[in-house]
Structure formats: structure tokens, C-alpha cells
């Protein structure tokens, strides 16, 4: 067998294992890490009950939206805290979670979100980043991310994605909604809200997996 005769045939036998390999990891993470965010269910937050989303939608300075999913929410006029407005989302479903308003110019940098730009009109890039992320006090940790990672990913309004668990199981997460931009006054704001999902059977805490395909998943409720 000659020399191209020999290269043909291991590169006929190296390929198809390269691609195999390659298929297998994209199925063994589907099935690890995408599949098992089919049993998350978001829930309330504060509230859980109609009278706070009737007192909210009858408020006449309220604002209300309805996502892709078609879910109608509202939120209340914001408030100052500290630097920033914040307000309070909330549906007839009983979901409910905090709303943060914060200037294009400045970004976004809760959780594990590093920062955000907006690219044109909606469309945004928000970069993820592990931070060192921590809950606790000075004796006791409750929760914290080991794993090193930064990357960045390109949102449009109504995207949603797990920004952190909040415990080692995966049975409680933290999902962050992109509502986008809106003008208030002269400044120009990233706004964002962020509420809980349960899971009975947990989900893979591993980052930045998790939040890399929550990113393509359907949250139905929002």
C-alpha cells in the first residue's frame, strides 16, 4: 500500500470518530444539562396572589407587557434604591420578581452577569462571568460558584436564561428576563427582572453550562 492509499485510509477511519466524538459530546450535554430544565417551574417570588397583580394593573402610572409566550405582566412605577429604580413584576399567573432598571451606559452587573452593551435598539451583548459569586457571611457559606468561567452571548428582548442556582442540588434557580431598553426621562435603561424556579429532581449545577443552554430554552411561563 502506498503512502496516499495509506493516508486515505486513516483519514477515512480518523474523521468519522472525530465527528462521532464530536455528535456524542453534543448529545451527552443535551441530554445533561438541557433536558432536565423541563422540570422547572417558576413561581412567585413575594407576592403569589391576585390582589397584589389587581392592585398593580388598576394603578394608572403601572406598565404592562405581554412576552413571546404570550404571558401578560405588569410592573408598578419604579422607585429609587440606592442609585438605581426598581419596581416589582408581576402576572394573573401569580409569577412575580424584582425589576432592575440600570443605565445603558453603566451596564449591568448583578448576579452572574459581568456587563452588558447594547448593540441596536433591543438587542444587547451581556457577558456572564463567574465573579467569585457567594452567599453567606463570614462564617458560613450557603452557596457559592467554584467554577472559573467568562463568556458572552447576544440577547434580544424577552430572552431568559438561569443566571445562578441557589443551592448545590439545582432544585432552586434564579432565572433572569430581558425586557430591554426604555427611556426614562433623558437616560436610557437595561431593564431586566429576575424571578424563582423549583425543580423537584434538580439540575446540573455546573457552569457555565447551565446558563449556555438555559439560553435556548422555553420557559413557557415567561
Given at each position: ?19 462521532l ?87 449591568v452587573?448583578?448576579?452572574t ?14 457577558t ?30 424577552y430572552?431568559s ?62
Amino acid at each position: 500500500m502506498n503512502a496516499v492509499n495509506t493516508l486515505f485510509v486513516i483519514s477515512a477511519i480518523i474523521v468519522p470518530l472525530m465527528l462521532l466524538s464530536l455528535n456524542y459530546s453534543a448529545i451527552s450535554d443535551f441530554y445533561e444539562f438541557s433536558v432536565p430544565l423541563n422540570s422547572l417551574v417558576v413561581g412567585p417570588n413575594f407576592f403569589g396572589d391576585m390582589k397584589e397583580f389587581k392592585k398593580i394593573f388598576q394603578d394608572q402610572e403601572s406598565i404592562c407587557f405581554i412576552t413571546l409566550n404570550k404571558n401578560f405582566y405588569c410592573y408598578g412605577k419604579p422607585r429609587m434604591h440606592g442609585d438605581y429604580p426598581l419596581s416589582t413584576v408581576i402576572g394573573p399567573n401569580g409569577i412575580d420578581g424584582e425589576l432592575h432598571f440600570n443605565p445603558i451606559d453603566q451596564g449591568v452587573g448583578y448576579f452572574t452577569m459581568k456587563n452588558m452593551t447594547r448593540i441596536s435598539g433591543d438587542t444587547a451583548l451581556v457577558t456572564f462571568a463567574d465573579k467569585n459569586y457567594r452567599v453567606g457571611n463570614k462564617d458560613r457559606t450557603d452557596y457559592e460558584i467554584t467554577d472559573k468561567f467568562e463568556f458572552s452571548s447576544v440577547i434580544k428582548k424577552y430572552d431568559s436564561f438561569i443566571a445562578k442556582c441557589n443551592n448545590y442540588e439545582g432544585t432552586s434557580v434564579t432565572i433572569v428576563q430581558y425586557l430591554g431598553v426604555k427611556r426614562i426621562g433623558s437616560v436610557d435603561y437595561f431593564l431586566t427582572w429576575h424571578m424563582l424556579a423549583d425543580s423537584e429532581t434538580g439540575i446540573k449545577c455546573k457552569y457555565p453550562e447551565i446558563i449556555k443552554h438555559s439560553l435556548n430554552h422555553n420557559f413557557g411561563e415567561l
